[in-house]
């Protein structure tokens, strides 16, 4: 039996790769997936193809109204949330400390960083009163190794389990 069946979620980055994965994966269980990305011809054929229990929301996590949006998406249409996965993202500043490019070392920190924050902070004025859900962020190698050749993903993924961590 399934233990996601009748779960209502928003998943940013649905379009593609670990986020239309997990869609996929989300949808097969049961759940109601609002597909958050920017990617609208991506996302729209992948809710086609998934039918009733994918609606997409055209998102830019790095505009709070998108958001807010994508999250009144579920609870308007599939009548709540309980899971928020964040995963919207690019690879980032790749490079070594000589050259990285400042302005892409930002972007590598603004989008994704600030992208969850606005995730979490939406997803939790909806579960905080309701007293449940699940708020899914997920880190990569250069966030728990020591060492990293990229500095601008190690600082983003540092931040974001120390964000992830933090208990307000
Ligand atoms: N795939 C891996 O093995 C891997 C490993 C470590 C870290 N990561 C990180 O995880 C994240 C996702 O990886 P992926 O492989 O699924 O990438 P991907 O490129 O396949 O998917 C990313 C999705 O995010 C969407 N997106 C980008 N900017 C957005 C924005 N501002 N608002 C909303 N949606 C936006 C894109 O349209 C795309 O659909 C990236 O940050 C990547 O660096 C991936």
């Given at each position: ?6 779960c209502?979620?928003?998943?940013t980055g649905a379009?593609?790769g670990?986020g239309?994965?997990?869609t ?7 759940v109601a997936?609002?597909m958050a990305?920017?990617?609208d011809d ?6 086609d ?6 609606r997409f929301v055209?998102?830019?996590?790095s505009?709070?109204?998108?958001v807010e949006?994508?999250?009144a998406?579920?609870v ?5 949330l309980?899971c928020l ?6 690879p980032?500043s790749?490079?070594g400390i000589?050259?990285?490019d ?5 972007r590598?920190?603004?989008m994704?960083l600030?992208?969850v924050?606005?995730?979490?902070r939406a997803a939790a ?10 708020i899914?962020?997920?880190?990569s190698w250069?966030g728990w190794?020591?060492t990293?050749p990229?500095?601008?993903p190690?600082?983003?993924?540092r ?8 208990r307000n």
């Amino acid at each position: 039996m399934s233990r996601l069946g009748g779960c209502r979620a928003v998943i940013t980055g649905a379009a593609s790769g670990i986020g239309e994965a997990t869609t996929r994966l989300f949808v097969g269980e049961g759940v109601a997936v609002v597909m958050a990305d920017l990617d609208d011809d991506r996302g729209k054929r992948i809710v086609d193809e998934l039918g009733e229990q994918a609606r997409f929301v055209h998102t830019d996590v790095s505009q709070e109204q998108d958001v807010e949006a994508a999250v009144a998406a579920a609870v308007d249409t599939f009548g709540g949330l309980d899971c928020l996965f964040n995963k919207a993202g690019h690879p980032g500043s790749v490079g070594g400390i000589e050259d990285v490019d400042t302005a892409l070392f930002d972007r590598t920190l603004a989008m994704p960083l600030r992208g969850v924050f606005r995730g979490i902070r939406a997803a939790a004025r909806v579960m905080r009163p309701q007293g449940h859900g699940s708020i899914i962020n997920t880190s990569s190698w250069p966030g728990w190794r020591r060492t990293s050749p990229w500095p601008g993903p190690q600082a983003d993924n540092r931040a974001d389990t120390a964000h992830t961590e933090s208990r307000n």
